[in-house]
């Protein structure tokens, strides 16, 4: 069974930068498509980043394009995002997800596998 642990999450300033680590385990994190998701207060979840296993593909949504950067090791089955210039926008919890057999980045029904959040404030 995959499981997912993130790390990373915190209390910043807006303009500030954090880098948020997730670490897979339970099966060759080689054949897996992660991604980054966040969910804010009364709002749904929302895809943020991604990377393919070859790290070939990294899709990125509108609102954090150019200020975020996702990466992985896969000799160390972690994924990465590297946040700069944060806004108090991008206050929400953020959950790293795995899919095996991936059909869409930005939908999280194709996501398998969640890691548990991790919280990231930006205050004003």
């Known amino acids: 069974q995959v499981q997912l642990v993130e790390s990373g999450g915190g209390l910043v300033q807006a303009g500030d930068s954090l880098g948020l680590s997730c670490v897979h385990s339970?099966?060759?994190?080689?054949?897996?498509?992660m991604a980054w998701f966040r969910q804010a207060p009364g709002k749904e979840r929302e895809f943020v980043a991604g990377?393919?296993?070859?790290?070939?593909?990294?899709p990125y949504a509108d609102s954090v394009r150019g200020r975020f950067i996702v990466s992985r090791d896969n000799a160390k089955s972690t994924v990465h995002l590297h946040m700069t210039s944060l806004k108090p926008e991008d206050t929400a919890v953020y959950y790293c997800?795995?899919?095996?057999?991936?059909?869409?980045?930005?939908?999280?029904?194709?996501?398998?596998?969640w890691g548990q959040g991790t919280q990231v404030t930006v205050s004003s």
């Open positions: 990377i393919s296993p070859s790290s070939f593909q990294t």
């Open positions: 997800a795995a899919a095996g057999a991936l059909t869409s980045w930005t939908t999280s029904s194709a996501f398998h596998y």
């Open positions: 339970g099966d060759t994190f080689s054949l897996y498509a």
